[in-house]
């Protein structure tokens, strides 16, 4: 049967040696491939004599990693310095190798606590699953891993995956919905698509506060049903999953829940074309996968697993 492969580019940064890390554990845990790769970025260092000086510490930062892989029991397939512009070589290799996941330090050799240029560049543009990496893996493995979902097939797809990593690793999952209840006012105008059984274009319509409160309970009930189908997935699986509801605005409550309940990885997921779903839409994926301050897998839908089913 074919394995897994992944996919690790290095710079010599803390942060890359902790994503070779997290890659080595997924490789021996799933049973996969590795591949670990340093770009030499041609944008920047363009002379023949300088190219060569830094293919050179390409090398040593390849031989460093496979020593971090061999530590975690893990012998790596293929290790290469690869010359050009960084986002373009990663895709390419991982086109070439049909990699199922790239592990990236979400920072980089810089100290930003945001996501580094290259590492979102792939984010965005990369076919399979990404995970930007942050701080070292904890010796146990993951204790506490967060799921959003907003009941969408991508989302479900992103909780099955997550849900495999759990059962592998013996963490505990909190699978989470955010509603934002503000929508709901007591005082709102008719607009034009609200036109109709008496209601005119400019009406003021008043809802009483008894009203508002229930369409607000009524968002949180079924915000919780949405959160409930991943709990029953982790229940068949024999994962200790439980669900948390939050109201507000997404982005804030995700990275509150992080911080609040001591998780260290999210998985989440993206549509099949390259728009994160609706829970996770625009701002709100790129501020988690941006800020978080633990790791996150995105996964992407759109990648049809053609080798270990990712749903044991």
Known sequence: MAKFQYLVPVDGSVQSDAAVVHAARFTDIYGAELTIVHVVDSSVYKEPEIVESMEAAGEAYLDQAKEIAAENNVTVKSAKVLVGYPFDEIIHEASE???SVIFIGATGI???PYIGTVASR???GAECHVMLVRGDMPTEGYNNILIPTDGSESA???????LSIAKRFGSKVACCNIVDTSHVVETRVVTAGGVGAGRHYGDVIKLSKSMAQKMRQRML???AKIAERVKEIADAKGVDARIVVRDGKPAQEILKIIRDEGIDLVVMGYTGKRMVSKLLMGSVSEKVASTAPCSVIVVRSTR???VVPVYE
């Open 97 to 99: 190798i049909d990699c």
């Open 110 to 112: 810089s100290r930003s």
């Open 122 to 124: 792939v984010l965005r």
């Open 156 to 162: 479900e797809y992103a909780a099955h995956s997550g």
């Open 221 to 223: 009930d079924e915000s």
């Open 304 to 306: 049809m697993e053609r």
